[in-house]
């Protein structure tokens, strides 16, 4: 469904961010992208979407592909009527807005009122806290309440590709796995799922497969199982070493392995 080649790009004509990465998203799964803070993660979401000139970005090298179509340097808006939504890191919803307001400007491309309606209901059902507050302003609900409706306005224009900046930050352990297993039901019901997260224990948990990015650069992929077994992850990214859990505090030294250099 989608497929990321070689891709490079650079911030303000000088700062190179990504550097020739490559990724794909087949139909029907859910692929988890890790990496710690500045690895590139947000950025590869921006080229997918579009949105990296509203940040001073360009595409310098390589293709984005989507159902075997280049949409490399397709309009964001044209994106999201082939079928890509995105929750943007922060959640992002109009705090001044009410929860069904929310809702009917993440629809803005659904012209079919009917499909609105059949949208609009799928979104009360898979988040039933939504639907007793459908005419309260959002900026007064809760982190996972505006969590839900961000994921939520974003499921109005019924993508075939849904994009997840890190829907777990700054959520209650209870509230992530709450998300973790929508996301989970979202996919169930037809819709890809990119997940960016940078607690790769839920993101791994739910995933088909996995990529791990640092510095701008793919250093492993791999089925998620397999990944959730790898030393390398579980210690850099689980906080386990030895079979003992560990603080990233107190994993104070440590070598990246070869191949993550390469």
């Known amino acids: 469904m989608l497929e990321v080649s070689n891709l490079e790009v650079v911030y303000n004509d000088v700062v190179l961010v990504l550097r020739g990465i490559s990724l794909e998203a087949r139909q029907g799964q859910i692929v988890a992208l890790l990496g710690a803070n500045g690895a590139g993660k947000t950025?590869?979401?921006r080229a997918i979407t579009g949105l990296l000139d509203v940040h001073e970005g360009d595409i310098?090298?390589?293709?984005?592909?989507?159902?075997?179509?280049?949409?490399?340097?397709?309009?964001?808006?044209?994106?999201?009527?082939?079928?890509?939504?995105?929750?943007?890191?922060?959640?992002?919803?109009?705090?001044?807005?009410?929860?069904?307001?929310?809702?009917?400007?993440?629809?803005?491309?659904?012209?079919?009122?009917?499909?609105?309606?059949?949208?609009?209901?799928?979104?009360?059902?898979?988040?039933?806290?939504l639907a007793g507050r459908r005419s309260q302003v959002a900026g007064y609900m809760s982190g996972g309440e505006q969590q839900m409706l961000a994921i939520g306005r974003a499921l109005m224009q019924t993508p075939k590709l849904m994009i997840l900046d890190e829907p777990s930050l700054g959520?209650?352990?209870?509230?992530?796995?709450?998300?973790?297993?929508?996301?989970?039901?979202?996919?169930?019901?037809?819709?890809?799922?990119?997940?960016?997260?940078?607690?790769?224990?839920?993101?791994?948990?739910?995933?088909?497969?996995?990529?791990v990015m640092e510095n701008g650069k793919m250093v492993m992929d791999g089925v998620a199982e397999k990944l959730q077994a790898d030393e390398d992850i579980q210690e850099f990214y689980l906080g386990l070493h030895?079979?003992?859990?560990?603080?990233?505090?107190?994993?104070?030294?440590?070598?990246?392995?070869k191949r993550w250099l390469s």
């Open 242 to 257: 030895a079979g003992q859990r560990k603080s990233f505090r107190e994993v104070k030294h440590y070598k990246r392995r």
């Open 43 to 45: 950025t590869t979401a």
């Open 60 to 129: 310098t090298k390589g293709a984005i592909r989507f159902e075997g179509e280049d949409i490399t340097h397709t309009l964001p808006s044209d994106r999201v009527r082939k079928g890509i939504s995105q929750v943007m890191e922060g959640r992002r919803i109009f705090a001044e807005l009410t929860v069904d307001e929310n809702l009917a400007a993440g629809g803005y491309v659904n012209r079919d009122r009917s499909l609105m309606h059949t949208a609009h209901d799928r979104v009360m059902t898979l988040f039933p806290p």
């Open 171 to 211: 959520l209650a352990p209870l509230l992530v796995q709450r998300i973790a297993d929508i996301i989970v039901e979202i996919n169930r019901q037809g819709t890809a799922v990119l997940l960016i997260e940078q607690n790769a224990h839920m993101a791994l948990s739910i995933a088909n497969h996995g990529y």
